[in-house]
Each structure stands twice: as structure tokens, then as C-alpha cells.
T-cell receptor
Framework: NAGVTQTPKFQVLKTGQSMTLQCAQD?????MSWYRQDPGMGLRLIHY???????DQGEVPNGYNVSRSTTEDFPLRLLSAAPSQTSVYFC??????????FGQGTRLTVV | AQKVTQAQTEISVVEKEDVTLDCVYE???????LFWYKQPPSGELVFLIR??????QNEISGRYSWNFQKSTSSFNFTITASQVVDSAVYFC??????????????FGTGTRLKVLA
């Protein structure tokens, strides 16, 4: 059972480069979300989705785009990376208001 | 607005001591859910418990217990007879949306627990 698959695990970007973090789940969960984890800041919600075709902004959405064309996939796009986006990113999925299942995380460094 | 506050940034205890991690939340919804997660040094996030806003019964699972008090908007977590393996960052989380329609699932800033041998 794969659960939540998040790729890549590590990434180094130069300022201004773009990239997409991939997230896929095989549990047919309607709810998917992206968080960033920074020291002392906990997990902050970037964007979330309650179903295919529906996305909404979380606490820190600036600089990030998402789309949800299928139930399974929820990619996070950085259009022009900035050093402030250096962080560990987690994708999660769940039924609404239930236990969240997390990916393994992506450690992103922007230089 | 929705908010989760974990005022304790870091706690150190000696093995076998009891320790309580505090969580205070804010929400306008009448129906909401509270969670605790553990993040060990390896980095993954492990679900511990879920509570809905209509169930204020305390829960005990082995050495872990949770105290939910709506009157003080708190959902505290106690580890009894702590062990070194309990060393981790613990997150409290809040999920709402049935009333408001915005299903944000947000986390507190976490409490780092260090259990010393």
C-alpha cells in the first residue's frame, strides 16, 4: 500500500528557477494539502483541496500554485524560487476532518 | 479565525517523569476536530489521536492520555512515565469546516520533548 508518495526527497534550486513537487495518493482521499515546515514555525498550510477541480489558499500561499485535476494527484509549483522558500515540504491526504497521511517530505534549498 | 497555540517550545524531562504538553485552539465553528501528531527525529509524522468537538471524554492509551476541555479551548496531552523513545516534536492540529465551509487543517508550532536517560 503506497499511501502518499511525494517526490523528490531533496532538491536544490537557484533563485528564479521553477519546479514542481509531486504528490500522489492511492487511498481515494478527497482532502489533500501542502505544508511547509520551518524551525520554530511548525507546519504551515500552503494550499489545500477538498476534491478534484477545487483548490484554496492556506496560511502561506504566496509564491506557490497548485492544481487538482484528479483525486490522486496534487502537485505544488514554485514559479520563481526565492531563498525564503527554503524549507521542508510535506504533502498530506485524508478524508475530511480525519487522520492525515503524510508523504516523506521534500527538503528544498534555494540558493 | 482558526488558530492553534502550543506555547511550550521545548521541554526536557528525566526518564520516568510525567510530562504534559499544552494545546490551546481558536475556532468559530461549532463542529471541529482536534489531533495530536508525533514527529520523531527521523522526520515522519505519526498520528496519535483525533477528537471531535462533541466528545469531551478524556482518553487514555497506554502511557498517553488526553484532556479535552471546551470551556478553556484546550486539548492537552500527557505522557506518563516518559521514556527516551518519546523524544520527538509533538504537534497539535485543528480541522474545521462543516459550519464554515473552509476545510483548513492547521497545526500548531510544535513542542520539542527531550527525555533524558
Amino acid at each position: 500500500n503506497a499511501g502518499v508518495t511525494q517526490t523528490p526527497k531533496f532538491q536544490v534550486l537557484k533563485t528564479g528557477q521553477s519546479m514542481t513537487l509531486q504528490c500522489a495518493q492511492d487511498m481515494n482521499h478527497e482532502y489533500m494539502s501542502w505544508y511547509r515546515q520551518d524551525p520554530g514555525m511548525g507546519l504551515r498550510l500552503i494550499h489545500y483541496s477538498v476534491g478534484a477541480g477545487i483548490t484554496d489558499q492556506g496560511e502561506v500561499p504566496n509564491g506557490y500554485n497548485v492544481s487538482r485535476s484528479t483525486t490522486e494527484d496534487f502537485p505544488l509549483r514554485l514559479l520563481s524560487a526565492a531563498p525564503s522558500q527554503t524549507s521542508v515540504y510535506f504533502c498530506a491526504s485524508s478524508r475530511l476532518n480525519t487522520e492525515a497521511f503524510f508523504g516523506q517530505g521534500t527538503r528544498l534549498t534555494v540558493v | 479565525a482558526q488558530k492553534v497555540t502550543q506555547a511550550q517550545t521545548e521541554i526536557s524531562v528525566v526518564e520516568k517523569e510525567d510530562v504534559t504538553l499544552d494545546c490551546v485552539y481558536e475556532t468559530r465553528d461549532t463542529t471541529y476536530y482536534l489531533f495530536w501528531y508525533k514527529q520523531p527525529p527521523s522526520g515522519e509524522l505519526v498520528f496519535l489521536i483525533r477528537r471531535n468537538s462533541f466528545d469531551e471524554q478524556n482518553e487514555i492509551s497506554g502511557r498517553y492520555s488526553w484532556n479535552f476541555q471546551k470551556s478553556t479551548s484546550s486539548f492537552n496531552f500527557t505522557i506518563t512515565a516518559s521514556q527516551v523513545v518519546d523524544s520527538a516534536v509533538y504537534f497539535c492540529a485543528l480541522s474545521e469546516g462543516i459550519t464554515s465551509g473552509t476545510y483548513k487543517y492547521i497545526f500548531g508550532t510544535g513542542t520539542r520533548l527531550k527525555v533524558l536517560a
